[in-house]
Nanobody, 126 residues
Framework: QVQVVESGGGLVQAGGSLSLSCIVS????????VGWFRQAAGKEREFVAA????????YYADSVKGRFTISQDNTKNTVYLQMNSLKPDDTAVYYC???????????????????WGQGTQVTVSS
């Protein structure tokens, strides 16, 4: 049984940084794609970033490119999202999602991810 658990959200001032963690437990040796999505109040869920697991392929939404970095630690079954230069527009509930399979294009479609975490709130004050 694959489980996804996020942590690391919180309140930060604009320009600050936060690091989110996503533990994917129950994962087998088959390849996975792990993605981060976010949903702001009153808006639809949107793609943020994704990474191949194992592997090094990554993909970012244009809105976060150059500010956010997705990475993985296979020994800890954890995927990280380092968020720098945060803006008030980054305020949202951030979700981690995982799906079995090799890297594919596109990786931005939420409905194609099977396993989801409960979300963690990120609030950026101006």
């Amino acid at each position: 049984q694959v489980q996804v658990v996020e942590s690391g959200g919180g309140l930060v001032q604009a320009g600050g940084s936060l690091s989110l963690s996503c533990i994917v437990s129950g994962r087998t040796s088959t390849p996975y794609i792990v993605g981060w999505f976010r949903q702001a109040a009153g808006k639809e869920r949107e793609f943020v970033a994704a990474i191949s697991w194992p592997g090094t392929a990554t993909y970012y939404a244009d809105s976060v490119k150059g500010r956010f970095t997705i990475s993985q630690d296979n020994t800890k079954n954890t995927v990280y999202l380092q968020m720098n230069s945060l803006k008030p527009d980054d305020t949202a509930v951030y979700y981690c999602a995982a799906d079995r399979g090799a890297w594919r294009s596109p990786v931005v479609v939420a409905e194609e991810y099977t396993y989801w975490g409960q979300g963690t709130q990120v609030t950026v004050s101006s």
